[in-house]
Each structure stands twice: as C-alpha cells, then as structure tokens.
C-alpha cells in the first residue's frame, strides 16, 4: 500500500485555535483529583509539563485557564525558578530556567507550600547563628 492510499483526516482542537491539541482540557481533571487528594490526605502531587505532548498554544490555555493567584516566588540558583500560585489555591505553576533564561523544565506542583520554598533546617541552623551573633554585638 503506497503512502498516498492512507486517508489523512485534519481534526481541529475542541476549541478551534490553531496549535491546540486537546492534551491540555484533561489536565484539569487530573489536577481536580490531584487537590481532592491534597485535601484528603495531606499528600502533594505534581505534573510534569515538559514530559507531555503540549504545544506552546496547549500550555497558554492551560495557564489561562488557571489564572494567576495572590503569591509569586523568584528563586535564582543557576538560573531563575518561578513558583506561581494559580487561581486555584493549592496549584502552583513552577518553571525552571537556566542561566540563559531557556525554560529547562515546568511543572504544576499540588500542595500547600511548594516543598522549594521551604527553608532546609541546615540553613535555618545558620539563621539561628547569624541571629545568635547579632544579639551578642548588642
């Protein structure tokens, strides 16, 4: 059978817009469960967005849909770490950049704090010196 026997059907995305592959709509029902989850158990979950088939067009609906929420955290550590509360309390859009500004990896965190954001008790160690070393300057 030669190539040009195979019928090629065009399917456009439930939406029409062009570039949208319909990848991105079941997201959200995922991230419903992933947050009832949260809700019942405590436990954090996360999607990996660069390891799914999204087009740039599926990833600006996603981030549309979600909206933007009431905190934004800048991190810079070989390149610059956004963590961005959507409109959805509990769901974070984190992306990773390198020291170039390339996107290097994004992800939709569920949890209550991004575990990223939270200090490591060795630095908060070295808080308690700082603060120890300040009151004995006194």
Do not use: Y
């Not at 709509?25 to 995922?30: A, S």
């Not at 849909?65 to 991190?75: P, R, T």
């Amino acid at each position: 059978m030669s190539l040009d026997a195979i019928p090629i059907h065009v399917v456009n995305a439930p939406s029409g817009e062009p570039g949208l592959t319909g990848n991105a709509p079941p997201l959200l029902r995922e991230l419903l469960e992933q947050v009832r989850r949260l809700l019942d158990t405590g436990e954090p979950s996360a999607i990996d967005l660069s390891a799914l088939p999204l087009t740039p067009a599926d990833l600006d609906w996603l981030h549309d849909k979600l909206g933007s929420g009431e905190i934004a955290v800048a991190l810079q550590a070989n390149g610059e770490s956004t963590l961005n509360e959507t409109g959805c309390p509990g769901v974070w859009w984190i992306t990773h950049r390198n020291e170039q500004g390339a996107v290097t990896s994004q992800f939709i965190e569920v949890t209550f704090v991004p575990e990223l954001v939270k200090a490591h008790p060795r630095d908060v160690a070295i808080g308690q010196e700082q603060l120890e070393f300040m009151i004995s300057d006194l």
